[in-house]
C-alpha cells in the first residue's frame, strides 16, 4: 500500500511538472529562450558551453596550452604566487556563459543553482574533499539591503547542499561599501578593495584552523578573492582554496 502511494504521489508530481512546463516553457540559462526539452539547458546550448573542470593553472584557474595535473601553473602564478592554496573554475566567462552569470548576478535568477552546484563539485572535486567549511565572499551590508541577494552566498549553500560541507555565509564581512569592479583595470581593483574585508568576531572560532573553500560567482583579476583570502588567513584558517563558477580568460571580458 506505502509503495502505491508512493508511485501515485511521483506520477501526480510528473503529471504536474508536465503541465506547468507546458505552461511555463523552461528558459534556457545560456539564451534566456523557451524550449521544449527538459531540464534548464538544451544540448544545443549546453555545447556553447566552455567547461574548464578544474583544468588549467591550477593557482589561478587560467586555461593553459597543455595540462601536467597539479603540477600545472601558469607564467603569472610561478612569478607572483596568489594568497590562497588553489583555485578551481567550472566554465569560461564568455558570450555562452554571460547571461547565465549575469542572470544570477544582478537578476537574481535562483533555477539554475543546483545545475550551477554540480558544475562547481566536479570543477573543485580535489578542494573541496579536503575542505571543512564553505565561505562566499560577502555583501557590504548596503548593498546586499538594496540588492536582496549574495549571488555568492546562493552558490556557496547550493554547493552546501550538493556535497553536505557545512556554509557559513556570514564568516566574511564587508567593512566599506566599495565602488562596483566592473571597468576597472587589475591596479584599480586591487586598491578598491584593500583592507574592505574582516572575519565576523561571532565566527572567529569557525575559520581558526578550518580548510577553507572560498566561493564568489565570476573570478576576474582575483582582487576581491586576494582580499578576502588575507582576511581569513588573519583569521587563522588553516588553508584557503577559491572555487568559482566562471573564469575571466580574455581581457575583454574583465568589464563584468
Known sequence: MGLDMDRLGRAAKAGLRS????????RSLVTGQSHAGQGLIPPE????????????????AM???????????????AANPPAWHAARAAVEYDEASRKAVLDLKRAG????????????????ADLLADAD?????PLHYRRLASRGFNQSGWLATALSKRTELPACNDALVRRKPTPSQGGLTARERRKNVRGAFAIRPSRAARIEGAHVVLIDDVYTTGATLSACTRALNKGKAASVSVLV????????????
Not at 503541465?19 to 523552461?26: L, N
Not at 567549511?133 to 565572499?137: D, E, H, K, R, Y
Not at 563558477?245 to 563584468?256: E, F, H, K, N, S
Open 133 to 137: 567549511l564553505i565561505v562566499p565572499v
Open 109 to 124: 535568477r535562483r533555477d539554475g543553482l543546483p545545475v550551477f552546484a554540480a558544475w562547481m563539485a566536479l570543477a573543485g
Open 63 to 77: 586555461p593553459t596550452e597543455s595540462d601536467l595535473g597539479d603540477a600545472t601553473l601558469c607564467g603569472a602564478c
Open 45 to 60: 546550448d549546453f555545447a556553447r558551453l566552455a567547461f574548464l573542470n578544474g583544468s588549467g593553472c591550477r593557482s589561478c
Open 245 to 256: 563558477l566562471a573564469r575571466v580568460v580574455r581581457p575583454t571580458d574583465v568589464t563584468i
Open 19 to 26: 503541465i506547468g512546463d507546458f505552461v511555463w516553457p523552461p
